[in-house]
């Protein structure tokens, strides 16, 4: 059983993490930077320990002192939420050297699901449908050029290493290629550590619709549901719900079943997100696979009842997912909105100090924060402050609750998109539940455009 868990990352992920310790009796340990010493994060756990300059290479990317804290502490496991080291093999693999339990897959699993060119080559094996593709195997313009012309414009090119939408690119010609090239290529590098490319045909007017699976280390593997993400800026999910409006049941089977596949062909364990695209006449496509907790579980947490925190943390300890417990559940659907720190226009990030920040007390609200008034909010890591989560006896009813409650916020010092997301929230299109991946574009960004 573990007894004390360090939490590799900060803000409302540490925050999260450690409520579900408290509940379970595991004690805790926060890390922290120069810039994070006084964040709310430090104080969320049991003791803190500094491990750092400001800068993520400084801190929280920092295998060498997190693990000698971990040490010097006692921690027998260590949670990496999402982001930083979360999906890193190296890091799991030098936790587990160490004696101390990682709370995720093997490294092994991180390392093939983590290059999307392996993860394809996994999924073409476990017959689950790709998105039709190729990698490139140099950096040449002729061979990209060939590559692109064979699969047939438009194409998404992105970064063999990549994730979070970073390092992808839509290109609908031969001469766009040859401009925006280097460019993905030199943001693989700067982000991924590998100039690795490959190309997908680019679907037209996809869902982006994920599911929740879960692994134990007898080979059991469940689909705890699917998660609706389409309303995404820059290809970083802002709204993401459960579960996915307007989908056929037929559709909804097979996703689940994909996802179980692929899960078990893999040999999956601890909780993983396999993402997919659905299009207009809703073929399914494997899109990449996630090896860690999602920004987005609340969702699937508030409409089954279960702590994915929890499973995680027991999973880990070895006990069967039949073992582990779900709580009774009220409510139908959930929606959550991601809550930056930027402009709701530009999407520019948005530093600062947080002078205000109040939200309504709602029966039907979640709140998953890591900042408080008063903060200053800096440059140095993702401008994403927290989450509102809003239950409701039907889609309609939570959309309405959450709008309600965005209405009622009251922010002050920083910019932040919440302006953007009461738009979606009270659009047409999206009310219907009829939003696909292009919804920020067609009808956020078009329109700002117009107004100029």
Same mark, same amino acid.
């Given at each position: 059983m573990?007894?004390k868990?360090?939490?590799?990352n900060?803000?409302?992920?540490?925050?999260?993490?450690?409520?579900?310790c408290?509940k379970? !009796? %595991?004690?805790?340990v926060a890390v922290?930077?120069?810039?994070? =010493?006084?964040?709310?994060?430090?104080? +969320? #756990?049991d /003791?803190a320990?500094w491990v750092?300059g400001?800068r993520?290479?400084?801190?929280?990317?920092?295998?060498?002192?997190i693990?000698?804290?971990a040490k010097?502490?006692?921690?027998?496991a260590i949670?990496?939420?999402y982001?930083f080291?979360?999906?890193?093999?190296e890091?799991?693999k030098?936790v587990?050297?160490? !004696? %101390?339990t990682?709370?995720?897959?093997?490294?092994?699993?991180? =390392?093939?699901?983590?290059?999307?060119? +392996? #993860?394809? /080559?996994?999924?073409?094996?476990?017959?689950?449908p790709?998105?039709?593709?190729?990698?490139?195997?140099?950096a040449?313009e002729?061979?990209a050029?060939a590559v692109c012309e064979?699969?047939?414009?438009?194409?998404?090119?992105k970064?063999?290493s990549?994730?979070g939408g970073?390092?992808?690119q839509?290109v609908?010609?031969?001469?766009?290629?040859?401009?925006?090239l280097?460019?993905?290529?030199?943001?693989?590098?700067t982000f991924?550590?590998?100039?690795e490319?490959?190309?997908?045909?680019f679907?037209?007017?996809p869902?982006?619709?994920?599911?929740q699976?879960v692994g134990d280390?007898?080979g059991?593997?469940q689909?705890l549901?699917?998660?609706?993400?389409?309303?995404?800026?820059r290809?970083?999910?802002?709204i993401?719900?459960?579960?996915?409006?307007?989908?056929s049941?037929?559709?909804?089977?097979?996703?689940?079943?994909?996802a179980?596949?692929?899960?078990?062909?893999?040999?999956?364990t601890n909780?993983?997100?396999?993402e997919?695209l659905?299009?207009?006449?809703?073929?399914?496509?494997?899109l990449e696979m996630n090896?860690?907790?999602q920004?987005?579980?609340?969702?699937?947490?508030?409409v089954?009842?279960?702590?994915?925190v929890?499973?995680?943390?027991?999973?880990?300890e070895?006990?069967?997912?039949?073992e582990?417990?779900?709580?009774?559940?009220?409510?139908e659907h959930?929606?959550e909105?991601r809550?930056?720190?930027e402009?709701?226009?530009?999407?520019?990030?948005?530093?600062?100090?947080l002078k205000?920040w109040?939200?309504?007390?709602?029966d039907q609200i979640?709140?998953?924060?890591g900042?408080?008034e008063?903060?200053?909010?800096?440059?140095?890591?993702?401008?994403?402050l927290?989450?509102?989560?809003?239950?409701?006896h039907?889609r309609?009813?939570?959309?309405?609750?959450?709008?309600?409650c965005?209405?009622?916020?009251e922010?002050?010092?920083?910019?932040t998109?919440?302006?953007?997301?009461?738009?979606?929230?009270?659009h047409?299109?999206?009310?219907?539940?009829?939003?696909?991946?292009?919804?920020?574009?067609?009808?956020v960004?078009?329109k700002n455009r117009?107004?100029?």
């Amino acid at each position: 059983m573990i007894k004390k868990l360090l939490v590799a990352n900060r803000g409302e992920i540490a925050v999260r993490i450690f409520k579900t310790c408290e509940k379970l !009796g %595991i004690k805790t340990v926060a890390v922290f930077s120069d810039a994070d =010493e006084a964040s709310v994060h430090t104080r +969320a #756990a049991d /003791e803190a320990r500094w491990v750092g300059g400001s800068r993520v290479k400084e801190s929280y990317l920092n295998m060498d002192k997190i693990l000698e804290v971990a040490k010097e502490t006692g921690a027998d496991a260590i949670h990496p939420g999402y982001g930083f080291l979360s999906e890193n093999p190296e890091f799991s693999k030098r936790v587990k050297e160490a !004696g %101390i339990t990682f709370i995720g897959p093997n490294e092994e699993i991180m =390392e093939t699901m983590g290059n999307k060119i +392996a #993860a394809r /080559e996994a999924m073409i094996k476990a017959d689950v449908p790709v998105v039709p593709g190729k990698n490139l195997v140099s950096a040449d313009e002729k061979e990209a050029a060939a590559v692109c012309e064979e699969i047939g414009y438009p194409v998404m090119i992105k970064a063999a290493s990549g994730g979070g939408g970073i390092g992808m690119q839509r290109v609908d010609h031969k001469d766009e290629l040859i401009k925006v090239l280097p460019s993905v290529i030199k943001k693989a590098e700067t982000f991924f550590g590998s100039a690795e490319l490959y190309v997908e045909k680019f679907i037209e007017n996809p869902r982006h619709i994920e599911a929740q699976v879960v692994g134990d280390t007898f080979g059991n593997v469940q689909c705890l549901g699917e998660r609706d993400c389409s309303i995404q800026r820059r290809n970083q999910k802002i709204i993401e719900e459960a579960p996915a409006a307007n989908l056929s049941e037929e559709t909804r089977k097979s996703l689940f079943a994909y996802a179980e596949k692929a899960a078990k062909d893999i040999g999956y364990t601890n909780v993983g997100t396999i993402e997919f695209l659905v299009d207009e006449q809703e073929n399914i496509y494997f899109l990449e696979m996630n090896t860690r907790l999602q920004v987005e579980h609340p969702v699937t947490e508030e409409v089954t009842g279960i702590d994915l925190v929890e499973w995680q943390i027991r999973i880990a300890e070895k006990k069967r997912i039949s073992e582990l417990k779900e709580r009774n559940v009220s409510y139908e659907h959930a929606i959550e909105v991601r809550i930056y720190a930027e402009d709701p226009v530009t999407f520019f990030p948005s530093p600062g100090k947080l002078k205000r920040w109040s939200f309504p007390d709602m029966d039907q609200i979640r709140y998953d924060s890591g900042v408080e008034e008063g903060i200053q909010v800096t440059p140095f890591y993702d401008p994403m402050l927290a989450k509102v989560i809003a239950k409701g006896h039907s889609r309609s009813d939570a959309v309405e609750q959450l709008a309600v409650c965005l209405e009622k916020a009251e922010v002050e010092g920083i910019k932040t998109n919440i302006p953007m997301l009461l738009e979606t929230l009270q659009h047409d299109v999206f009310k219907k539940g009829n939003a696909t991946t292009q919804f920020v574009q067609k009808y956020v960004i078009e329109k700002n455009r117009t107004q100029v």
